[in-house]
Antibody, heavy 121, light 107 residues
Framework: EVQLVESGGGLVQPGGSLKLSCAAS????????MSWVRQAPGKGLEWVAV????????FYVDSVKGRFTISRDNAKTSLYLQMNSLRVEDSAVYYC??????????????WGQGAPVTVSS | DIQVTQSPSSLSASVGDRVTITCRAS??????LVWFQQKPGKVPNLLIY???TLQPGAPSRFSGSGSGTDFTLTISSLQPEDVATYYC?????????FGQGTRVDIK
């Protein structure tokens, strides 16, 4: 059974840092790209970042470039999101999601339960 | 980066109606588009990937079509359990991009 379990969310002051983790199991983690997606209260889904299977390439939404870093540890089947210089507008539930592995194979078919992040003074 | 424009932002239809939601990408994305359904308080549920492939377990009344820049999600006969917000997501190249979402209600 595929499982994605996020941890590390919480309350942080503006300008602060937080690191989210996502523990993956039930699939071949090292072969999948992995994404972080966020959703602010009452708002739509926003894709945040993706990392390719070997961890050598990452992409980010413009609003987090230079502040957030996505990483992974394939030996620990874990995904991370280091969030620095946090802003009030970064407040959201952050989800990790199973992303691309290849053509004609479902992606974003499994999501974690979400880690709430609140940026407030 | 690619932007995705989804329309309408909301719609209200009767049970049994055919419902259509569209997404337009700012550049060609071949068939690299997925559709999700999200109900309040729940994580998104994958309906369609590769623009037109129905995810196993998704009801057959859902279908996806399109390629290049223009894509459509169709619900052939709206059911009460389809009340939800629907999103498209482009996964062409590196960055992904969601559409703004479409809230579907029963009239």
């Amino acid at each position: 059974e595929v499982q994605l379990v996020e941890s590390g969310g919480g309350l942080v002051q503006p300008g602060g840092s937080l690191k989210l983790s996502c523990a993956a199991s039930g699939f071949t983690f090292s072969r999948h790209s992995m994404s972080w997606v966020r959703q602010a209260p009452g708002k739509g889904l926003e894709w945040v970042a993706v990392i390719i299977p070997d961890g050598t390439q990452e992409f980010y939404v413009d609003s987090v470039k230079g502040r957030f870093t996505i990483s992974r540890d394939n030996a620990k089947t874990s995904l991370y999101l280091q969030m620095n210089s946090l802003r009030v507008e970064d407040s959201a539930v952050y989800y990790c999601a199973k992303d691309w592995i290849g053509e004609s194979i479902p992606l974003f078919d499994y999501w974690g339960q979400g880690a709430p992040v609140t940026v407030s003074s | 980066d690619i932007q995705v424009t989804q329309s309408p932002s909301s719609l209200s239809a009767s049970v049994g109606d055919r419902v259509t939601i569209t997404c337009r990408a700012s550049q060609g994305i071949v068939h690299y588009l997925v559709w999700f359904q999200q109900k309040p308080g729940k994580v998104p549920n994958l309906l369609i990937y590769g623009a037109s492939t129905l995810q196993p377990g998704a009801p057959s009344r859902f279908s996806g079509s399109g390629s290049g820049t223009d894509f459509t999600l169709t619900i052939s006969s709206l059911q009460p359990e389809d009340v939800a917000t629907y999103y498209c997501l482009s996964y062409y190249g590196g960055p992904r991009a969601f559409g703004q979402g479409t809230r579907v209600d029963i009239k």
